[in-house]
């Protein structure tokens, strides 16, 4: 796959976008506000005469950037109100979780710990959401403020989205908990 010539496009809301010229491969960084749908349905980042019909690459990516970015949030927030059905539905069946601990669930292990409350997520806030593009995989990179009954986590989070059968599924999850000191602090983002 070449990867000369893509960009990194930041959406900055009101119709804005900010382009720069990524180092390797195809990143697209976005704010919250494309999670909760503030992403036109149909976004073109051609060239303003391109023609109606001609459907750029960066335009398939943007639309796969916002179909990741909302799956993401609706994954998160069945994980918050303990909707297993479409949490079941939305990871892959090979799906493995790292968790800050350190510790390695599966599917079936973190599923089941959701629905039976020993894992109680009360909010989970994604914040300066990444994404790294291919035809098959995405890689979502954010800061997330998960809420717990009994304590608050800042930390990054990555998830690994794979097509699975015409579907894209959430295959890799890990959190690293942010230092004390850096949680503290103004939360770094990119860009």
Not at 50 to 72: F, K, Q, V, Y
Not at 106 to 135: C, F, H, M, T
Not at 167 to 183: G, K
Request: with cysteine; charged share 20%; hydrophobic share 40%.
């Amino acid at each position: 796959m070449r990867q000369e010539g893509w960009q990194t496009d930041r959406w900055l809301g009101s119709g804005r976008v900010q382009r720069t010229k990524p180092e390797r491969g195809p990143i697209i960084a976005a704010n919250a506000a494309v999670a909760s749908a503030d992403l036109p349905p149909h976004v073109h980042f051609g060239p303003e005469n391109a023609g109606a019909r001609r459907i750029s690459r960066m335009n398939t990516h943007a639309d796969l950037s916002a179909l990741i970015l909302r799956l993401e949030a609706e994954r998160t927030q069945a994980l918050v109100r303990k909707d297993m059905a479409t949490a079941e539905r939305l990871h892959a069946p090979d799906y493995q979780l790292i968790t800050p601990g350190g510790r390695c669930m599966d599917k079936a292990g973190y599923l089941r710990a959701v629905a039976e409350g020993r894992l109680n997520y009360r909010a989970w806030q994604i914040e300066a959401p990444q994404l790294q593009l291919s035809d098959t995989l995405v890689l979502l990179r954010y800061e997330a403020l998960l809420s717990f009954p009994e304590r608050q986590l800042r930390c990054w989070h990555s998830d690994l989205y794979a097509l699975h059968q015409g579907q894209w599924l959430a295959l890799r999850s890990q959190a690293t908990a942010f230092p004390p000191e850096a949680a503290a602090a103004t939360p770094l983002t990119a860009g």
